[in-house]
Structure formats: C-alpha cells, structure tokens
C-alpha cells in the first residue's frame, strides 16, 4: 500500500539547503547518538543548532520509534529518511529482531515514509484525545530486522 501525495516542487532555497546538508550530513559527523535510561537520541547539529532527532526506545531486541521531529524549514529534505536508516541500520547492528513505530492516518509524509523504508501496517486504531475532544485515528508499523 503506497499513499500518494501531490506533486510538489521544491524551491531553488530548498535546492541550496540539500546541497549544504548533504555535504555536512553524509560525511557522519553531524548525526550524533546519546544513550538514555530506555532508550537513544539521535540527532542532527547543524549551523549551530539541533536540526533534527528521533528517539529510539529500547526493550531487549524489539526498538520503538518514538519521535520524528524535523524542524519546518528543514522539511522535505530527506532528513527523516536519513535518520531512520541510520537507526535502522543502528538496530541491526545491535542484533535487534523488531522495530515499531506509530503515526497519525492524517500523516501521509509519515506513512508514505515508513513504507518506503519497508515497514508494514500491523494495526489501525483510535485513541480519545481530550486536547481534540475526538477520537483520533492511529497506524501502528513493524518491520522485522
């Protein structure tokens, strides 16, 4: 299953940030990792400034992706497909069986992302936000290692 998005056109700004990243990202020194109490950070530092992260939670061989955060300029840049194969490849490296993640059903950058690093829906579900006052729907993704 593929959602598909409209076509977007990035800008020629958009076109300079990529170059600029590519070079600083690709030569590994700015994709750095923290180990937590449950888990790892990993994130991007650039112009000074932490661009980017996910965190990884950590429960024997199985790893949960939390959080994807990209700040907005940063966006469509590839950051977030770079990071989550960095994790990936992290997680087979440490002998990892599993990795899990969830998303919003409205987030379709998220899940065209997910499949596209080869992760399958396991489950469709709603939780109630009281934030919302609704019920909000939710994919949850496995891909095994």
């Not at 994130?43 to 400034?49: A, E, F, H, I, P």
């Not at 980017?52 to 497909?81: M, N, Q, W």
């Not at 080869?118 to 909000?136: N, P, Q």
Request: proline share 3%; aromatic share 14%; glycine share 4%.
């Amino acid at each position: 299953m593929r959602v598909i998005l409209p076509n977007r056109k990035p800008s020629k700004h958009a076109y300079s940030k990529i170059l600029q990243l590519d070079h600083k990202y690709l030569s590994g020194n700015e994709l750095t990792m923290k180990q937590l109490k449950n888990g790892y950070l990993f994130w991007v530092y650039y112009n000074l400034k932490v661009i980017a992260y996910v965190l990884l939670e950590d429960y024997k061989s199985t790893y949960t992706i939390r959080s994807v955060i990209v700040l907005p300029e940063y966006r469509r840049l590839g950051l977030a497909r770079r990071m989550l194969n960095s994790c990936i490849r992290w997680a087979i490296n440490q002998s990892g069986s599993t990795i899990h993640t969830y998303t919003s059903a409205y987030n379709y950058s998220s899940m065209n992302l997910l499949i596209g690093l080869g992760f399958k829906i396991l489950k469709c579900y709603e939780t109630y936000s009281s934030m919302d006052r609704r019920y909000v729907p939710w994919i949850s993704f496995r891909r095994d290692l």
